[in-house]
Every structure is written in structure tokens, then in C-alpha cells.
């Protein structure tokens, strides 16, 4: 990836962060007012989830600061990784939000407590709402152009924001004209289940990336058609790919007539990693040439369970 790129992206991912940590901070500030003249558990359910939107935005930009970084001596992949450590910790302290809202709501069950000015809270979270819409909208622009698993987390988490907030607002207007008020109770408890289970969705997508899962099959196959459609390249094995935390790793082994000269195998597979870098900007591509037809120990037939030798 072009240097002045690459510093355009990482601006991009600093400013969604610290634009996610502004508008979390300030709706805590209104929702806390919201919770605090209402009583309403939904507005409660959504104050707990801004709280822990803070403290999971402020990992993502201790994230995206470190992810940033060059490679060094001592992390000679660079920092990508820091991403995805980062979406599992928020994905903890989205189960964790929804959690406590569930224990809360099973208590009012037991010893119910009034909703006052219903109204109040019907303004408080459309003002919510429309805020966090319009920063979704930058984060999913972010999230496109770079690549980032941290951005994305997170504009999956304001996403669903966006659902409970409707939800909300819609549980007051029952609680308000219709006095329904265990409608409230019930919001609150179908926004819990799906923040825990939004939890689980971010958890496992990070787990993927940190064990190093295969990137997907429509990315591998791409890399492959260019493989198999460049000049002088008889077959490939042992493809190997990752996510190193919004840039791609490749690894695969070429086959090539034998009896090339060193700088023309060179020149053959310089030019298919420069076909791969230009399908995926700042992706990193190693690859190992061998005589086509050379019967060895290969990373294919260990997994498939064969042996061609």
C-alpha cells in the first residue's frame, strides 16, 4: 500500500475511534439524565450499554494506535493483531451490559417501580438515536475504505444501538398512552439477548482472526485465478492466508518449468506478487518457487491426510 495511502487510512481509523468515544461519552451524559427522571429499565438497559460502548471505544483506539505502528524487530508482522484483541474485549463488556440488565429487569419483576415522564424519555432517545445514525454512517465509510476489524466491531455494536434505540422509544410510547408498564421490562429484556448474542457474533469473528483462519473462499479464489492466469506458472500448492488485522498474509508455493534461469523464475513471480498487491493493497505476499513436477512432503497433503511421495 502507497505510503501516503496508508497514512490516510489510519487517520480515517483514529477518527472514527475517537468520534465513537465523544458521542458514547455524551449520550451516557443523556441518558443518565433519561434513566435518572424516568426510572425507565430500557433507558437503564441503553445507559449500561453507552457505559460500556466508553470504555470499548477507548480499547479500540489503544487498538488502532498500536495497530497502526510499523513493523519492528520484535513484531516483524506489524500490530495488526491489537484489532482483534480489542473486538473481543468489547465483545466482553457487551455480554457483560446485557447481563446486568437482565439481572435488573428480573428484579423489577419481583418488586416493580412506576415509569414517570415517558415523554422526556421518547425525546431523550430520539436525540439518541438520530447521533448515533450519523455516526454509524462514518464508521461503516471507515470501516469500507481500510479494512479495519476494530472499526467494524464497533460499527456493528452502534448498528444495533440503532435497533434497541428504536425499540426504546417505542416501548415509552406504550408505557406512555397505552400504561402498559411491563412493556418496558420486556424491551429491556429483548435488548439484552441481543446484545449478548451480538457479543457472541464479535467474539467468534476475533477468535477467527487470532487463531488464523483461512480468509474467506471468495478472497482465496481470487488469488488463485491470478496465480493460475499469469505467464510461466504451471501450478501452485500449500496456499496459505490471514488476516493480520485489516491487511491480508499470503503465503503459496509456485511451480515453474525447471530449467529457468534464477532471474527469470524471479521475474515470473515478482509479477504475480504485484498482480496480488494491486487486488489487495497492503497485503503481504511470500512466495516459494519449485520445479514443476518435484514429488515432496507439501502443507496439502498433510491436511488432506495424503502423501505423494
Known amino acids: 500500500m502507497p505510503q501516503n495511502l496508508n497514512e490516510h487510512h489510519n487517520r480515517l481509523k483514529k477518527a472514527a475511534a475517537t468520534a465513537s468515544i465523544m458521542l458514547s461519552g455524551g449520550l451516557c451524559l443523556l441518558k443518565i439524565f433519561g434513566a435518572f427522571y424516568t426510572g425507565s429499565l430500557a433507558i437503564l438497559s441503553s445507559l449500561i450499554d453507552s457505559l460500556a460502548d466508553v470504555f470499548a471505544s477507548s480499547v479500540s483506539y489503544v487498538a488502532i494506535h498500536f495497530s497502526t505502528r510499523p513493523a519492528s524487530q520484535e513484531h516483524r508482522y506489524g500490530y495488526g493483531r491489537a484489532e482483534s484483541i480489542s473486538a473481543l474485549v468489547q465483545s466482553a463488556f457487551i455480554a457483560g451490559s446485557g447481563l446486568f440488565v437482565m439481572y435488573d429487569g428480573i428484579s423489577r419483576l419481583i418488586t416493580p417501580k412506576p415509569m414517570e415522564k415517558p415523554g422526556l424519555g421518547i425525546v431523550i432517545m430520539l436525540l439518541s438515536l438520530s447521533a448515533t445514525i450519523l455516526l454509524i454512517v462514518f464508521q461503516k465509510y471507515v470501516a469500507r475504505k481500510t479494512s479495519s476489524p476494530a472499526i467494524a466491531a464497533d460499527s456493528a455494536h452502534y448498528t444495533v444501538d440503532v435497533l434497541t434505540n428504536i425499540s426504546i422509544v417505542l416501548s415509552l410510547i406504550v408505557v406512555k398512552y397505552f400504561h402498559i408498564g411491563w412493556f418496558d421490562i420486556l424491551t429491556a429484556f429483548v435488548i439484552s439477548a441481543y446484545l449478548i448474542y451480538n457479543a457472541y457474533k464479535i467474539a467468534a469473528e476475533a477468535v ?98 495424503k502423501c505423494d511421495l
Open 208 to 305: 477467527s482472526a487470532l487463531t488464523d483462519r483461512e480468509l474467506s473462499e471468495d478472497i482465496r479464489q481470487k488469488v488463485i485465478d491470478i496465480v493460475v492466469n499469469s505467464e510461466g506458472i504451471d501450478g501452485y500448492h500449500d496456499f496459505r492466508s490471514r488476516d493480520l488485522g485489516g491487511a491480508y498474509f499470503f503465503e503459496i508455493h509456485l511451480e515453474l518449468d525447471g530449467n529457468l534461469t534464477l532471474n527469470k523464475t524471479h521475474e515470473l513471480t515478482d509479477n504475480v506478487e504485484e498482480k496480488i498487491k494491486q487486488a489487495f493493497p497492503g497485503a503481504q505476499v511470500i512466495i516459494h518457487q519449485d520445479p514443476y513436477g518435484l514429488h515432496e512432503n507439501r502443507l496439502d497433503y498433510a491436511i488432506d491426510g
